[in-house]
């Protein structure tokens, strides 16, 4: 699936998606329950990446202290962002798809499948370093005690 498709499903398709749901979701239950309902998803959805995006922030920085580069954390992470920009954006659509990626199991799953396509498809290279402990076993975290002492020739 190209770019230019998914940009037109993403500007098209998923506004048309959206119409369609509050009309028959208006319908159901009636106006202000149906826009009530999408204030309250979203506040539900802010509270909800708040508190796992704490979590996994903190699963990352464990990682790094283990010295292990937080590959799937990030992927977490980036995923909650996306979960926390669908739920605020209005619409029943995007609130479904917002909320299933709140859904650790399912998270993990697309955060794995991203980190799969990403490693087959992109070019990627690593300079540095290294993580955590690692990175400072090799002496250059020496620190060398002295006292300097200023010289001038015209005394």
């Known amino acids: 699936m190209g770019i230019p498709l998914l940009l037109f499903i993403f500007f098209v398709g998923v506004p048309i998606l959206e119409i369609a749901a509050f009309i028959k979701i208006g319908g159901w239950i009636g106006l202000v329950p149906t826009l009530l309902g999408c204030v309250v998803t979203a506040l539900i959805g802010a509270f909800l990446v708040r508190l796992q995006g704490f979590g996994v922030l903190q699963r990352a920085q464990a990682a790094i202290a283990r010295g292990e580069a937080p590959v799937e954390d990030i992927a977490q992470g980036v995923l909650i962002l996306v979960a926390g920009v669908l739920l605020m954006t209005p619409g029943y659509v995007t609130d479904t798809m917002g909320f299933l990626l709140l859904v650790p199991p399912i ?49």
């Not at 991203?114 to 620190?143: F, P």
């Open 107 to 155: 998270r993990k799953r697309v955060g794995r499948a991203a980190i799969a396509h990403a490693a087959a498809n992109a070019d990627i290279h690593v300079v540095g370093g290294g993580w955590g402990e690692r990175a400072r076993r090799d002496g250059a975290g020496v620190i060398i005690e002295g006292e300097a002492v200023e010289i001038r020739d015209d005394d």
